[in-house]
């Protein structure tokens, strides 16, 4: 949905949001997959606490596994939301709360064998809605190129047929050059200049160029061919440093940061390293990493695409400022009824596909960082399964509420923004770790300690405060400050690194003296024999 919806608000300008996605999985295979399945760490805090053979360490980790899986439910909540509200009309927090729900108790009672099997099959469901969504409307409504060429001209995007936009009181149409509107509701509107005049149902009159606000909200019906409100122009759609980052003062800093955190957030994200767990040796991590890529590669050739065709069918999402609700809206911009009808349904099985899978396995991990590292390593190593089943599933229940609240604020946060902050701090607080922990045995615990809380808390901290400064300075953006806050992995990440190295020059004495072992155990083959399950039971 967030990659989609992207596309057509913002074109060309965040295509590295898809190919940082993909691409990140490119750095688990040649830097971490088979030497972390090797080493028999479960967990990020496994591997901390078995490299370093601190219990402190783990427990310093265990905190930024819980700041990265909250973060990263924060935009499946949205699409939570988004997806309920758009099937029922129900508000955007009942839908929050209703799916929340739902996958909490899945993940507490299925655990996480029943979610792989849960999630292997939801991965499919929206491989195939996407697919079918692409080329079920491309075959009634003319291919790619078509719509390509008819979206991404100079002039301005228009209407091909008379609209009917529903405006809400606030809203701000921005138009290039007049357009011709008769009103359905009564509406009330102040013009360019700040003029305020109120428009009797069924007026026929002119909107003049430049940003319009809408006092008194109703219906308009815009006429063929006129221009679409808030519509980037199609050369600038259609090319780097865009509508997305042309408002910034500093686009090319935001977006190399941005190619950062999503490549290299991916190493870091807890729920993604845990399944190499399920592999049998560094060989099986190594081949399932390849799969992936060519799977996540197909999976990302269709966002695009479905952003293009939605800026030609569907513009009226721009007026509205709407565009995340373009997985949802577009099957019905295409006839006949009953295939209309049919890609409704399954984008809809695909979308609450999409979200309940990932939710599922962050909260999987999320549960198990609290039940393995924290209750059953450090409060009670003694406990039994029973005991450790029963903590696991009352720490889903927990992480559950937690992020059905959290996910109730988050509904003016673009959902790929929120999914972008997740990979910076993943990329600043664990890559770091497991790169340098992997394979650099120069790297002591005091040093990946400082490294990890360093740029975990700087990342998460500007993160933060984006998220609060953002509403009170709308004018924030074009200043470095604001740059560097927003998209923190560009700085965060060096910081991070830099710490590691320097700390632990400075603490040559603190190499574990067993460290030959453990880089040995992590980098020759199986078949030597010396591959053991490091962090025991």
């Known amino acids: 949905m967030g990659v989609a919806a992207m596309i057509m608000a913002f074109g060309y300008d965040v295509l590295w949001y898809p190919v940082g996605y993909a691409a990140g999985y490119l750095f688990l295979l040649l830097f971490v997959a088979a030497p972390l399945r090797r080493f028999g760490a479960y967990t990020v805090p496994d591997f901390a606490e078995g490299r370093f053979d601190s219990p402190a360490f783990r427990r310093v980790a265990v905190i930024f596994v819980l700041v990265v899986g909250m973060f990263y439910m924060l935009p499946q909540m949205k699409g ?26 899945n993940v507490a009672l ?80 102040e013009l360019p200049g700040g003029e305020v005049r109120q428009i009797a149902a069924g007026e026929a009159f002119t909107l003049p160029p430049g940003p319009s606000r809408v006092v ?45 955190a999503t490549v290299l957030g991916t190493a870091g994200l807890p729920h993604i390293l845990v399944r190499f767990y399920t592999n049998k040796d560094g ?48 099957p019905s911009a295409v006839g006949p009824e009953w295939l209309s009808r049919l890609l409704e349904a399954v984008v809809a099985a695909g979308a609450f596909s999409a979200f309940m899978s990932t939710t599922s396995g962050l909260m999987v991990a999320v549960a198990g960082a609290l039940a393995h590292d924290v209750y059953a390593r450090t409060l009670r190593p003694r406990a039994s399964s029973r005991d450790r089943r029963l903590a ?25 923004m929120l999914v972008g902050w997740a990979f910076a701090i993943s990329a600043a607080s664990f890559f770091p770790l497991l790169t ?27 993160i933060l405060a984006t998220m609060w400064l953002a509403p009170l300075d709308p004018g924030a953006s074009e200043s470095l400050l604001w740059t560097l806050l927003a998209q923190p992995a560009i700085w965060a990440i060096p910081i991070a690194f830099g710490t590691m190295v320097g700390v632990s020059r ?31 039971e």
């Open 80 to 105: 939570a939301g988004l997806t309920f509200n758009a099937l029922t009309g129900a508000p955007y927090w009942v839908g929050v709360v209703v799916v929340g729900s739902v996958i909490t108790l």
């Open 110 to 189: 299925g655990g996480m064998k029943g979610i792989t099997y849960v999630q292997t099959f939801q991965f499919w469901v929206k491989v195939f809605a996407l697919t079918l969504l692409g080329l079920g409307v491309m075959a009634v409504a003319d291919w790619y190129g078509f719509h390509f060429e008819r979206v991404s001209g100079p002039e301005p995007l228009r209407f091909p047929e008379a609209k009917v936009v529903s405006h809400q009181a606030g809203a701000v149409l921005r138009l290039p050059e007049p357009a011709r509107v008769r009103a359905l509701d009564p509406v009330t509107l």
């Open 216 to 260: 008194a909200g109703g219906r308009l019906e815009y006429q063929a061919g006129s221009p679409v409100p808030n519509a980037p122009v199609g050369e600038s759609w259609a090319r780097p440093f865009g509508p997305f980052t042309s408002g910034l003062g500093y686009p090319l800093i935001f977006t190399y940061s941005l190619m950062v």
């Open 283 to 330: 060989e099986a991590a190594r081949q399932t990493t390849i799969i992936v890529i060519g799977l996540i590669g197909l999976f990302y050739l269709f966002p695009p695409l479905i952003g293009t065709l939605g800026r030609s069918l569907v513009p009226e999402l721009y007026a509205t400022g709407e565009t995340e609700r373009l997985l949802l809206v577009l």
């Open 392 to 416: 696991f599933q009352v720490s889903a229940l927990l992480a559950g509420l937690i992020a059905i609240a959290a996910g109730i604020q988050v509904e003016r946060f673009a959902i790929n």
């Open 436 to 462: 340098l922990g992997i394979w650099w045995k120069g790297l002591t615990l005091p040093g990946a300690m400082a490294g990890t809380v360093i740029g975990g808390i700087s990342a998460s901290a500007a």
């Open 506 to 536: 400075l603490t040559r004495d603190r190499v574990p003296l067993d460290i030959n072992l453990k880089m040995l155990r992590m980098h020759v083959p199986e078949q030597l024999g010396l591959r053991t399950e490091y962090i025991r």
